[in-house]
T-cell receptor, first 112, second 113 residues
């Protein structure tokens, strides 16, 4: 069963616009929520992560918004650039577990 | 640090052949894992290890074997390759703790004919 649901599958945004990718989860035991970025031909790399004790985390143009009661979290990319074109994965890790569960990914394309 | 390395980068097999995908990390990480990535399916966990001598199954373990004789190495064996195993395979490592950042290798693209 899919424990982390990610949407949309693909997204096209104009340069300078805001890209928004959403994820939802069911397991309340999740305590760590990372986002990974993957460029073609490369392995995924950690972009930004959040724990459920805060509602927002910002690093440069990237922001995670976290809604614990709704069991949803999202990635916002401000001032999107063509270099942000990549596949983005949300993920979650249960408390006291080493395994990270990934969403199915969103292919983001920023138009120049 | 080289990080996580994987060999080979590309491989073509015939149905029924066996092979080993190599993975090594030089960060002294306890946790290592193998994922396969297929279009529209995201990253699916095949096998993982929490330390030398300890392995366990992930979401899609059938047709694959692993072993962990050292902290550094975590090879993935395909016992009898099938076309359904055509995929891109990623190895990852992490040090369990507060953040648990997983570091991924560059991947092996496997085609089974």
């Amino acid at each position: 069963q899919q424990q982390v649901k990610q949407s949309p599958q693909s997204l096209i945004v104009q340069k300078g616009g805001i890209s928004i990718i959403n994820c939802a989860y069911e397991n309340t035991a999740f305590d760590y929520f990372p986002w990974y970025q993957q460029f073609p031909g490369k392995g995924p790399a950690l972009l930004i992560a959040i724990r459920p004790d805060v509602s927002e985390k910002k690093e440069g143009r990237f922001t995670i918004s976290f809604n614990k009661s709704a069991k949803q979290f999202s990635l916002h990319i401000m001032d999107s650039q063509p270099g942000d074109s990549a596949t983005y994965f949300c993920a979650a890790r249960p408390d006291r577990d080493d395994k990270i569960i990934f969403g199915k990914g969103t292919r983001l394309h920023i138009l120049p | 640090n080289a990080g996580v390395t994987q060999t080979p980068k590309f491989q073509v097999l015939k149905t029924g052949q066996s092979m080993t995908l190599q993975c090594a990390q030089d960060m002294n990480h306890e946790y290592m894992s193998w994922y396969r990535q297929d279009p529209g399916m995201g990253l699916r966990l095949i096998h993982y290890s929490v330390g030398a001598g300890i392995t366990d199954q992930g979401e899609v373990p059938n047709g694959y074997n692993v072993s962990r004789s050292t902290t550094e190495d975590f090879p993935l064996r395909l016992l009898s390759a099938a076309p359904s195993q055509t995929s891109v395979y990623f190895c990852a490592s992490s040090q369990p703790g507060y953040t648990d950042t997983q570091y991924f290798g560059p991947g092996t693209r496997l085609t089974v004919l």
